[in-house]
């Protein structure tokens, strides 16, 4: 548009040039700076689905760790065997049953490892 205007003046070919050339350097800037808005929101797009996922994961381990604070563990006899039973202290459900020997051993596991995690759900 520009440059139509300019060779309308009977400008020289080296205006013309320049006044093209800046045309192509505005055009380059606008492509470029839409490339970066593309990018700034899908990086802000991650950023709040990696936000979401994190407070999830935090959710979950504060969930977990308020069940830990709801079991009870019993000793019992069966068939002979001492067994531990991993009850859950809200429903009196038995969560899990181990063998003592198995308990005993990941008792003294955690009172070397404080902060350990154990899973009782497989």
């Given at each position: 548009m520009k440059t139509q205007r300019?060779?309308?003046q009977n400008t020289t070919p080296s205006a013309l040039r320049k006044a093209?050339?800046?045309?192509?350097?505005?055009?380059?800037?606008?492509?470029?700076?839409e490339q970066v808005n593309h990018i700034a929101q899908q990086l802000r797009e991650l950023q709040t689905k990696k936000a979401v996922q994190a407070k999830?994961?935090?959710e979950d381990l504060l969930e977990r760790s308020?069940?830990?604070?709801?079991?009870?563990?019993?000793?019992?006899?069966?068939?002979?065997?001492d067994?531990?039973?991993?009850?859950?202290?809200?429903?009196?459900e038995v969560i899990k049953t181990i063998p003592e020997?198995?308990?005993v051993r990941l008792a003294n596991n955690f009172k070397q490892h404080p902060g350990l995690t154990l899973?009782?759900?497989s």
């Amino acid at each position: 548009m520009k440059t139509q205007r300019l060779s309308n003046q009977n400008t020289t070919p080296s205006a013309l040039r320049k006044a093209e050339q800046k045309e192509q350097n505005q055009e380059a800037g606008h492509k470029a700076q839409e490339q970066v808005n593309h990018i700034a929101q899908q990086l802000r797009e991650l950023q709040t689905k990696k936000a979401v996922q994190a407070k999830q994961a935090l959710e979950d381990l504060l969930e977990r760790s308020i069940e830990w604070r709801e079991l009870r563990f019993h000793r019992v006899v069966k068939d002979g065997n001492d067994y531990v039973d991993i009850i859950d202290r809200v429903s009196g459900e038995v969560i899990k049953t181990i063998p003592e020997p198995d308990f005993v051993r990941l008792a003294n596991n955690f009172k070397q490892h404080p902060g350990l995690t154990l899973d009782i759900t497989s």
